[in-house]
């Protein structure tokens, strides 16, 4: 079974901090990794992809791989009220479906 | 925009109830999925569809069938509704071959089903 663990959080974090998301995963030979948001009451939405190792940046937001250690994080700086929501790792291996984490809820606090 | 549709935001139905859950894509998508989700448990696959006519298990498919008769349409079936089925289903799809971002799932406004 395919497993991609998530702290469930609370995560909280002062406004205008970093907040650091973190994901593991149990299949080796996963390729494609993912960071979906989830505000309140709505559906996940993409936020960020990454597919090799080392760093992705993207506006606030970066995300980390370490195919090595099986380890995935999405980092948001300078955290504004509006990053409050569920953030969910999303974990493939080749053409089969995603397997999503349970969600670190992150709460920014003005 | 792709847009997923989800015919029922809300649903209440009786135990033993027959319930058909809707879900429309206007993308061309060859892919389409079922999830359902609970609080503390995460997204879980139900099934998926690669192509009309075609179906996959996912991880917790017992209770539910589904049916892809058009490319566009994608209905999950609770043949026998349970009050353990109560939950939000989300529908979403994703274009063959990693056309545009690969994984980018485009997900339905969801349906939250109440078994009573």
């Known amino acids: 079974q395919k497993e991609v663990e998530q702290n469930s959080g609370p995560l909280s974090v002062p406004e205008g901090a970093i907040a650091s998301l973190n994901c593991t995963y149990s299949?080796?030979?996963?390729?494609?990794f993912f960071w979906y948001r989830q505000y309140s009451g709505k559906s996940p939405e993409l936020i960020m992809s990454i597919y090799s190792n080392g760093d992705k940046e993207d506006g606030r937001f970066t995300a980390q791989l370490n195919k090595a250690s099986q380890y995935v994080s999405l980092l948001i700086r300078d955290s504004q009220p509006s990053d409050s929501a569920t953030y969910l790792c999303a974990v493939s291996s080749g053409n089969t479906p995603l397997v999503f984490g349970k969600g670190t809820r992150l709460s920014v606090i003005a | 925009d792709v847009k997923v549709t989800q015919s029922s935001r809300y649903l209440v139905k009786r135990t033993g109830e027959k319930v058909f859950l809707e879900c429309v894509q206007d993308m061309d998508h060859e892919n389409m999925f079922w999830y359902r989700q609970d609080p503390g448990l995460g997204l879980r696959l139900i099934y998926f569809s690669y192509d009309v006519k075609m179906k996959e298990k996912g991880d917790i498919p017992e209770g539910y069938s589904v049916s892809r008769e058009k490319k566009e349409r994608f209905s999950l079936i609770l043949e026998s509704a349970s009050t353990n089925q109560t939950s939000m289903y989300l529908c979403?799809?994703?274009?063959?071959?990693?056309?545009?971002?690969?994984?980018?799932?485009?997900f339905g406004e969801g349906s939250r089903l109440t078994v009573l």
């Open positions: 979403a799809s994703l274009p063959m071959g990693g056309a545009g971002n690969p994984g980018e799932l485009f």
């Open positions: 299949d080796r030979v996963s390729q494609s």
